[in-house]
């Protein structure tokens, strides 16, 4: 029977790593074989005991090393990508599933300012003759050239011969590639560059065009205040002026209208006879107003 669409993603199980790992499995020997506690002792007095943050575990850090060259991995940092997804290195370097590997970074980092060359050659030659010694050394592991051994009758002997120059490659490799910028052609350590001084020239100068363009900017303001001052001066005369103008036309009607009530009462005198009851406010009103033009 044809079954279709197998995708079962996203399913929480419990594992137990441990039976993942085949007994067979040349990662499993050579842990059963090499007491890599004993790198403990050797870097100890390389890390400080009461102050710092804690480190890597150097045990992890020679692991990885390690597992690059027995299976051939071109660089540490495609070791630990490897690591992440591989269940029997995951094991080997004894962290779980979802724990995080450490970062390409900090692996160099630790290299390059714990560990000096000569310590990485002893930890190195030490691990090679315990796996050597156990019988899970490969050639490949001690070997660059794999044309050297063809035709050798006591291989087992000639791994062992060759596990210090090995040892030595290691750790001359490990130097180089987390120090890439630090080794020389020959493969040592060089002098320490100096320090690159910064550059600010363009910086001081973009600086000073914008002190150039904020001080323009200042003085535009200072000359839209001022214009704005200028122009609420003259608002405030045309203003006053509206007032006074309008204050003389307002006398200028009460008298208009004044005149106009004096030539009605006359109007009204001549139109009229007999006694007047207003008469005597209109004479009054007379006294106090100038002479008519001739004609009214």
Known sequence: MLERGKMERGVFEIIDTESLMPQEHLLRGIDAAVDFDKIYDMVEPMYCQDTGRPGVDPVVLFKLVLLQHLYGLSSLRRTVEEARANLYFRWFLGYRIQEDIPHPTTVSHNFRHRYTAETVNKIFNWILNQIAEAGFLSAGAVYVDGTRIKGNADLSQRIREEIPAAAQR???????????????????????????QPDFSEMERALEAAKEQLAELTLALAEKDRQLGEAAARNEVLSQALDQTASAMGESLQSIRLLQSRRSYRLYRLLTSGPDPLADAADCLEARLPPPEDGN
Do not use: F, H, I, K
């Open 170 to 196: 290691y750790a001359q490799e490990l130097m180089e590639e987390v120090n890439p910028d630090r080794a020389s052609p020959e493969g040592t350590p060089a002098q320490e560059p100096s320090p690159v």
